[in-house]
């Protein structure tokens, strides 16, 4: 159904013998036209979202639920079995980022040589395992090793999701994509508290962190092998689609300029990244989004701190889910009804949390204790600004090897934030914890900066290549026939988004 480049002038079609500008365009290297029936397309999404959004929103849920279960056991026995101080408790939380930031690297140099699916299948499993051995844990030495290494085996999923969303979605479909599987982070709120809510009600022979991290590495290590069996690699091989089907989920993608998984390195794509501006806007957006997230891992400590018993602590925690769990959908609908507002809406959600550190930081102690505990609400909800950001990298970063350094580039400065900002939460500072929601404050309006930046950025971009359109440069437009074809990369395409001309970002 497509028309290569390479095909011979005489052998084309006279209707588009007699049109020079479509003529041109095909001189294009690495450029076809496509047509795509767009009730078989439209059926195609609806069956990559029945298979594949419920394996990541799965995977994620349990991502979370595992980095979250140290702020639910804190309060239910861990600190005190263990006799962890202040600080001690708070390096156990920042040595899971330090392992995670330790798997970058070789998370980015694997995911660009090994097949995506079965490299992170395969590390979900062993997470699941280590999450196990938490269970196990007699002192502060032995927490801290099982958190490393927690940290350092999941550090491949978040970095090769982003990937996997951009091979099978189109741009305008990856807000809503992104947000199925960051928005887990919020419903791992609410069904984690209830969990160890039941299980400290429970007659355990463990106590009842123990049986946590049990239950929850079990299931997830079940999760890893499902997502290995189920998850399939591209639309090529994909089983829960025909012929036909595959071919128009190849093409699409083509349309939308994306490139697909490729199991090779390319040196000249990690030059380009590294030397992009655009790659340390996005480190710094992971910066600092993540200075504000330790208020998720303490919000439980923080509310214990103001006089809430044990299990009323957990009841009173879950709303935060909900709130981070709708601020997380604004962030993915508002783009979807509004296109071109991706980065307008993260900037508006970034007074979120900035008004809940604001709040917990000058509520008085006394009378206030509900205005305390909102504040914690708001003052969690950082993942809608994480599924903006991932969101905006999956859509505006092309070439697998490429895509795979500025994705762990991101959540490297992701884990440098999440390590350094527990730190601003020390106990001698409870409960009140007035150096962390200060840092919490500086990073929100540093954020949103650094979006004003990244809107300027790519407006410009765009301006450029769109004045070389104009100017007649063919390589900068693209369009189809006038019968119903659209204009696309081939479908075996690794191009970057800075060679291929006709590709705009995405604000």
């Given at each position: ?158 970095p090769a999701f982003i990937i996997i969303t951009s091979i099978w979605y189109k741009r305008d479909e990856h ?306 026939n006038g019968r119903g074809s659209q204009m696309g990369v081939s479908v075996d395409s690794d191009r970057t ?11």
């Amino acid at each position: 159904m497509f028309q290569s480049n390479t095909e011979p002038r005489l052998n084309k079609p006279i209707e588009d013998q007699v049109n020079p500008d479509f003529q041109e365009f095909e001189r294009v290297d690495d450029v076809q036209s496509y047509v795509i029936d767009p009730v078989e397309e439209k059926r195609v999404v609806t069956k990559l979202d029945c298979a594949i959004m419920p394996l990541m929103a799965l995977v994620y849920f349990f991502q979370y639920l595992d980095k979250q279960a140290i702020n639910q056991a804190a309060i239910f026995g861990l600190r005190d079995d263990l006799k962890l101080s202040g600080e001690e408790y708070s390096w156990a939380v920042s040595l899971f980022y330090l392992g995670q930031l330790c798997s970058e690297y070789p998370a980015a140099i694997l995911l660009s040589r090994l097949p995506i699916t079965i490299y992170v299948g395969v590390t979900i499993v062993l997470w699941g395992g280590v999450n196990m051995c938490l269970a196990a844990v007699q002192t502060f030495s032995g927490l801290a090793a099982a958190r490393f290494f927690l940290g350092f085996s999941k550090g491949t999923v978040s970095p090769a999701f982003i990937i996997i969303t951009s091979i099978w979605y189109k741009r305008d479909e990856h807000p809503i994509r992104v947000a199925t599987w960051v928005s887990m982070n919020g419903i791992s709120q609410i069904i984690g508290a209830l969990i160890m809510y039941g299980i400290g009600q429970g007659n355990f022979p463990l106590a009842p962190w123990r049986t946590l991290f049990l239950i929850c590495g079990g299931l997830t290590c079940a999760t890893g092998l499902l997502f290995i069996f189920l998850m399939p690699r591209d639309a090529k091989s994909c089983w829960f689609l025909n012929p036909r089907e595959r071919e128009i989920a190849t093409q699409r993608m083509a349309i939308d300029r994306a490139t697909q998984d490729r199991a090779e390195f390319n040196k000249s794509q990690v030059r380009e990244a590294l030397l992009s501006p655009m790659m340390w806007l996005y480190c710094l957006m992971g910066v600092c989004i993540t200075l504000t997230t330790p208020i998720m891992k303490f919000s439980s400590t923080v509310i214990h701190g103001f006089g809430y018993s044990t299990f009323k602590t957990m009841l009173i925690g879950t709303p935060a889910g909900a709130f981070n769990f709708t601020t997380t959908w604004i962030s993915a609908l508002v783009p979807r009804f509004f296109p071109g507002t991706r980065a307008y809406t993260a900037i508006g959600l970034c007074f979120v949390p900035l008004l809940g550190a604001l709040l917990l930081m000058t509520l008085p102690a006394e009378g206030a204790e509900w205005g305390i505990v909102i504040a914690t609400w708001l003052g969690g909800c950082s993942s809608a600004l994480i599924s903006s950001a991932a969101s905006i990298i999956a859509s505006n970063v092309k070439g697998n090897t490429k895509k795979s350094i500025v994705s762990a580039a991101f959540f490297i400065a992701y884990c440098v934030g999440c390590i350094v900002s527990p730190q601003a939460w020390t106990q001698d500072d409870a409960p009140r914890y007035t150096k962390g929601c200060i840092l919490s404050i500086a990073a929100m309006v540093s954020l949103i900066l650094v979006f004003v930046i990244y809107v300027f950025i790519v407006k410009a971009k765009n301006k450029a290549r769109d004045r070389k359109a104009d100017q007649g440069l063919f390589e900068y437009r693209v369009e189809g026939n006038g019968r119903g074809s659209q204009m696309g990369v081939s479908v075996d395409s690794d191009r970057t988004d800075v060679e291929d001309k006709a590709f705009r970002y995405t604000i």
